[in-house]
C-alpha cells in the first residue's frame, strides 16, 4: 500500500497494462486473486475487529470484492457479501464461488460498521441508477447460498422502502450506498469509488465521499481531477502486479537543492516582472518569485513600492533587453488596454524565457497564440478556467486531454489551474498536483503561483521542471499557510515550502 504517486492509467491504458501482464503469463483469476490479497491486506489494517460489508457488482470490481471477503473472513473477520447482481465474468464467477458465505441483495443489505465498495471500478459505463441496471429482487437471495445461519434475515431497512424493483424508476442503487455509507464508520472504495467515472473526474450519480479509496496498480484520472477526486477520500495504491508507465504522473515534490557555495545572485536566476493598471499583482508575483528562490527579481513598473529587495525599474524595451534576465513574467495585473498590449508585444519579440499569465492571457487570442507557437524559447501559460476557455475554447473534454491539446496548439507548457491544476507540455507529458488547499481559493494566489513558476524557469530548470516545482511549492505554502489565508501570507510562506528540502 503506498500513497498517492507515480504514473496515471486511463481505463484503456490500465486494460492495456493487464493484458501484457497476462501475455507474461498472468491470468484475469491470478491478478483478481492478487488484487484481493492486496484488498484484504489493506482492510484488515483499517478495520481492525469491526464487522465488514463488502458491496460487489457485477464485473471484476465485485470480482475483486468476493476475493477479499474469502481473504478477510478466513483471517477471522466477520464479513457479509451483498451483490447488485449475479456476476458477469468468468473470473468474477469463480471469485463469487469461492466465497463460502451467502450473499444478499444489496436492496436488503444492513449496514456494518465498514463498508467496502466494490460495486463498480474502471468498467462503468452509465450512472449507478441507469434504467437498464439490473436489479435483484429483494425477496431472492442471489447464487447458490442463501444467506448463512450465522448471517440471520435481518429487519428491512428504512431506506429499502424507496428501492425500486423493476430498475426504471427512482434512484436506488445510490440512495442505498448512501444510506450505508453513512451508517458506517469506515468506507473504503475499491479502485474507484462508484459512480465516478476513470478518466475525466465525472462523478455519474450522487455517491457519497469515500474515507479511502484504494486504487489498483495506479492512479487513475479521476483520483486526481474534480468533482470526483473528492469523492476518493485518501488514496492508497496497491501493487497488483502489473506494470504501468504513463506519459501523464501524479506531481511530486521536486528536487530543489539549495544554492552551491559559489552562487551569486544571477547564478540563482533573475526574474523580470512586467506591472500594468494593477501594480499589486505584479508585487505579489515578485514577492513570491524572491521567497521561491529567484536571486533578483526586478519589477517593471512605475512606482516603487513593496519590499526593498524588489528592483524597480520603469518598463522599457531596454530594461527587457537585459540578457540576464533568466525568465520574463507578464501578466499578473497587466490590464487589457493599449498600454497593456504594447507591453505585451514588446515582451514577445524578446528572446527570454517567458511565463504569461492573467489578462496577457486573453490578450493572446488569434495570432499572437499562433505567432508564439513558432518561438522555440522556454514558455508557460498558466490559465485558469475562463483564461483557459477564452484562450482555447470550451470543451467538454478531460482537463488532461484539453491541457495537452493546448500545450500542443501553443508550444508550450500549460499549467491548467484550479482545485486539479493539470500541467502539460507539447511532447505529452502531464502532472497532475493531488489535493492542493481550497483555501488557495481566494484573489491574488494566481500571482504568486506566476511568480514560484517564474523563479523556477530563471533558476534554469526546463519549463515542465519548473512549472512543477512551482505549483508544488504553491501548494506546499498554502498547507503551512493554514486557513484563511491572504495571498500576500502565500507568498511569504513559499520561503518555508523552499526549504523543506
Ligand atoms: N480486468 C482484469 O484483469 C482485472 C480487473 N480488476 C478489477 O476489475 C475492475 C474492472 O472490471 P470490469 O471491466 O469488469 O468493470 P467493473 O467491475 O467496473 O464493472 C463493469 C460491468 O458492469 C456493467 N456496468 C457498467 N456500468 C454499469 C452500471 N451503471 N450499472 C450496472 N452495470 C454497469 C458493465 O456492463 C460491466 O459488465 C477494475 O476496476 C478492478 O477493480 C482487478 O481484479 C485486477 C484484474
Ligand atoms: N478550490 C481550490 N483548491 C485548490 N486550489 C485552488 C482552488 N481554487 C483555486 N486554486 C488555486 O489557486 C490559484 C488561483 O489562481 P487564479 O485563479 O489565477 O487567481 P488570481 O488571479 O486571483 O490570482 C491557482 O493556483 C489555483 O490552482
Ligand atoms: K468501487
Given at each position: 500500500m503506498s500513497p498517492l504517486a507515480g504514473p496515471i492509467l486511463t481505463a484503456a491504458e490500465i486494460r492495456g497494462a493487464e493484458a501484457s501482464a497476462m501475455a507474461a503469463g498472468a491470468t484475469v483469476d491470478s491478478l483478481m486473486e492478487r488484487a484481493g490479497q492486496q484488498i484484504a491486506v489493506a482492510v484488515r489494517r483499517l478495520a481492525g475487529a469491526n464487522a465488514i460489508l463488502v458491496v460487489c457488482g457485477p464485473g471484476n470490481n465485485g470480482g475483486d470484492g468476493y476475493v477479499a471477503a474469502r481473504l478477510l473472513r478466513e483471517a477471522g473477520l466477520k464479513v457479509r457479501v451483498a451483490a447488485l447482481?449475479?456476476?458477469?465474468?468468468d473470473a468474477a464467477k469463480a471469485a463469487r464461488a469461492a466465497w463460502p458465505g451467502g450473499v444478499e441483495p444489496v436492496a436488503d443489505a444492513q449496514p456494518a460498521s465498514i463498508l467496502v465498495d466494490?460495486?463498480?471500478?474502471?468498467?462503468?459505463?452509465?450512472?449507478?441508477?441507469?434504467?437498464?441496471?439490473p436489479l435483484p429482487s429483494s425477496q431472492r437471495k442471489l447464487?447458490?447460498?442463501?444467506?448463512s445461519a450465522e448471517q440471520p434475515p435481518q429487519e428491512t431497512p428504512?431506506?429499502?422502502?424507496?428501492?425500486?424493483?423493476?430498475?426504471?424508476?427512482?434512484?436506488?442503487i445510490t440512495a442505498k450506498l448512501r444510506a450505508l455509507a453513512q451508517a458506517a464508520t469506515l468506507t473504503i472504495a475499491i479502485d474507484?469509488?462508484?459512480?465516478?467515472?476513470?478518466?475525466?473526474?465525472?462523478?455519474l450519480s450522487d455517491i457519497p465521499v469515500f474515507d479511502i479509496t484504494l486504487a489498483l496498480a495506479a492512479a487513475k484520472p479521476s483520483h486526481l481531477l474534480q468533482p470526483a477526486a473528492r469523492h476518493c477520500g485518501t488514496i492508497r495504491i496497491l501493487d497488483i502486479g502489473v506494470a504501468t508507465t504513463s506519459a501523464a504522473q501524479v506531481l511530486t515534490r521536486p528536487n530543489l537543492p539549495p544554492p552551491?557555495?559559489?552562487?551569486?545572485k544571477y547564478t540563482r536566476g533573475m526574474v523580470a516582472i512586467v506591472a500594468g493598471s494593477m501594480p499589486g499583482a505584479a508585487r505579489l508575483a515578485g514577492i513570491a518569485a524572491m521567497r521561491a528562490g529567484a536571486g533578483y527579481v526586478l519589477l517593471l513598473a512605475d512606482d516603487h513600492s513593496g519590499p526593498d529587495a524588489l528592483v524597480h525599474k520603469p518598463f522599457a524595451p531596454q530594461a527587457i533587453a537585459d540578457?540576464?534576465?533568466g525568465a520574463l513574467l507578464i501578466g499578473?495585473?497587466?490590464?487589457?488596454?493599449a498600454d497593456a498590449v504594447a507591453k505585451l508585444d514588446a515582451t514577445l519579440v524578446t528572446d527570454h524565457p517567458l511565463v504569461i499569465d492573467g489578462d496577457a492571457l486573453h490578450l493572446l487570442k488569434g495570432n499572437r497564440l499562433t505567432t508564439l507557437a513558432t518561438r522555440d524559447t522556454p514558455l508557460i501559460l498558466t490559465p485558469h478556467a475562463g483564461e483557459f476557455d477564452a484562450l482555447f475554447g470550451a470543451s467538454d473534454a478531460s482537463k488532461i486531454k484539453r491541457a495537452r491539446a493546448a500545450a500542443v496548439q501553443a508550444n508550450a507548457v500549460i499549467?491548467?489551474?484550479?482545485?486539479d491544476t493539470v500541467i502539460a507540455g507539447p511532447d505529452g507529458a502531464v502532472r497532475v498536483a493531488p489535493?492542493?488547499?481550497?483555501?488557495?481559493?481566494?484573489?491574488?494566489t494566481g500571482d504568486v503561483l506566476a511568480g514560484a513558476i517564474a523563479a523556477m524557469l530563471a533558476s534554469g530548470l526546463a519549463p515542465l521542471e519548473a512549472a512543477s516545482a512551482g505549483v508544488w511549492l504553491h501548494g506546499e505554502a498554502a498547507h503551512r499557510a493554514g486557513?484563511?489565508?491572504i495571498a500576500d501570507d502565500l507568498a511569504q510562506a513559499l520561503s518555508a515550502a523552499r526549504a523543506t528540502e
Open positions: 447482481a449475479e456476476p458477469k465474468t466494490a460495486l463498480f471500478g474502471t468498467g462503468l459505463a452509465r450512472p449507478l441508477d441507469a434504467p437498464d441496471v447464487g447458490s447460498q442463501a444467506a428504512a431506506s429499502a422502502g424507496v428501492m425500486a424493483r423493476n430498475g426504471a424508476a427512482a434512484t436506488p474507484l469509488p462508484s459512480g465516478v467515472t476513470t478518466d475525466d473526474g465525472r462523478v552551491g557555495p559559489d552562487a551569486h540578457p540576464r534576465i499578473p495585473g497587466l490590464g487589457r488596454d499549467v491548467f489551474k484550479g482545485a489535493g492542493a488547499s481550497p483555501w488557495l481559493s481566494t484573489a491574488g486557513a484563511a489565508f
